[in-house]
C-alpha cells in the first residue's frame, strides 16, 4: 500500500506561481511512475505530468507545458508540480498518483486562480 498526500494548493491571482507536492509513505516508490491530474467542477479528470521515480524521465500534458515542471525527490519521497503564470482556467483539485500494479491516489488539493 502507498499513501500520498498533496499540500501547497491555494489561491492566487493570474500570472502566479505555485508549487505543489506529494510525499508517498508506505513502500518505497522507485519503481513507480508518479503523476499529476487535476479535475475542475463538472469536467472529467485531466493528466497533467508525469515522471519515472527511478529514472526521473518527464512528460506534460500540452496545455500546461512550458509551464509547468514535475519534479522528485527520491530521498524525501516526493514529488513536485511547478506551476508557474497559472491561468484561471487551471481551477481544479489537482491529484497526485502513484502508479505501479495498481493505483493509489491522493484526496487531492485545491488550486484557485483568479483573474
Partial sequence: QVQLVESGGGSVRAGDSL??????????????????FRQAPGEDREFVAAISFESG????????KGRFAISRE????????????LEPEDTAVYSCAAVWRGTYWGQ????TVSS
Fill in 74 to 85: 527520491r530521498a524525501k519521497n516526493t514529488v513536485g508540480l511547478q506551476m508557474n503564470s
Fill in 19 to 36: 508549487k505543489l507536492s506529494c510525499v508517498a509513505s508506505g513502500r518505497t516508490i522507485n519503481s513507480f511512475a508518479m503523476a499529476w
Fill in 108 to 111: 487531492g488539493t485545491q488550486v
Fill in 57 to 64: 524521465t518527464t512528460v506534460v500534458a500540452d496545455s500546461v
